[in-house]
């Protein structure tokens, strides 16, 4: 079974399968490459995980980065 890649941003807030052990399930990416780099936003651990299992625990963006931002001029 082939796993399609999944197009994240730095900044991105996503949802994984399972929540983190703090009980929080949104994770802030600031690493991307063959390994993605993110923030647990309940506690501020930092992990990393291949970009394989990345793509096989991602549930859905919580938060874009670039579409949540404030348009006043």
Do not use: Q, Y
């Not at 501020?44 to 963006?61: I, M, Q, S």
């Amino acid at each position: 079974m082939v796993v399609p890649i999944t197009p994240a941003k730095i900044g991105d807030v996503v949802r994984l399968k399972k929540p983190h052990p703090c009980g929080a399930n949104e994770w802030e990416v600031t690493r991307l490459g063959m390994d993605i780099g993110l923030i647990c936003l309940g506690c501020g651990r930092k992990v990393r995980l291949v970009r394989a299992e990345f793509d096989r625990r991602f549930r859905g963006f919580l938060r874009r980065e670039g579409d949540a931002k404030d348009t006043d001029s």
